[in-house]
């Protein structure tokens, strides 16, 4: 069973549209949890961590529920470079564990 | 903004020869990574390094990989011996204590021909 699974997309959405990744995870003593936001051959970058209480940074949102293993990312007012992979990751040890990412292309 | 350096970004290496791959985590950091990434794939563990040993590895990291952090500032990457399967981005990694992300180097694009 993978330790992270996420719906690979693609998700092709409008300029201003708000769209929604899920990911879910198989350990429930994972400790903390994150999304990272990775540009084509680049470096996967740190976006946001993710609070059973919900948080929230400008046009993101992001949402943790322990008791279902699932992890939430909402992008409000969805901007061209937006377009990138959304990779929810989990820290469970010594190790953080990716999920294969979702990919977002926003249209002009 | 403080971040994590790696080079070479680009190695290109006959299979069977030693490389090794560099990087200076972020200064403060205690918590050291090392993962890769083949074309295409997702992100995959290679091995964790903390108080100056390895806390954990995957199966990936065989007896062929080896880490080092031989001064306090750069954290090293070892592979003895390439196979072409070993072609691949690889990315380090540092945090700070706490259950805090980690930040990612831009990455060495290893090539074995």
């Known amino acids: 069973r993978k330790e992270v699974e996420q719906d690979p997309g693609p998700f092709n959405v409008p300029e201003g549209a708000t769209v929604a990744f899920n990911c879910t995870y198989s350990?429930?003593?994972?400790?903390?949890f994150f999304w990272y936001r990775q540009d084509c051959r680049k470096e996967p970058k740190l976006l946001m961590s993710?609070?059973?209480s919900g948080n929230e940074d400008g046009r993101f949102t992001a949402q943790l529920n322990r008791a279902s293993q699932y992890i939430s990312l909402l992008i409000r007012d969805s901007k061209l470079s937006d377009s990138a992979t959304y990779l929810c990751?989990?820290?469970?040890?010594?190790?953080?564990?990716f999920g294969t990412g979702t990919s977002l292309t926003v249209i002009p | 903004e403080p971040e994590v350096t790696q080079t070479p970004s680009h190695q290109v290496t006959q299979m069977g020869q030693e490389v090794i791959l560099r990087c200076v985590p972020i200064s403060n950091h205690l918590y050291f990574y090392w993962y890769r990434q083949i074309l295409g794939q997702k992100v995959e563990f290679l091995v964790s390094f903390y108080n100056n040993e390895i806390s954990e590895k995957s199966e990936i990291f065989d007896d062929q990989f080896s880490v080092e952090r031989p001064d306090g500032s750069n954290f090293t990457l070892k592979i003895r011996s390439t196979k072409l399967e070993d072609s691949a981005m690889y990315f380090c990694?540092?945090?700070?204590?706490?259950?805090?992300?980690?930040?990612f180097g831009q990455g060495t694009r290893l090539t074995v021909v």
């Open positions: 990751v989990v820290n469970t040890g010594n190790q953080f564990y």
């Open positions: 990694a540092s945090r700070m204590a706490g259950g805090v992300g980690a930040f």
């Open positions: 993710v609070y059973s």
């Open positions: 350990n429930s003593a994972s400790q903390s």
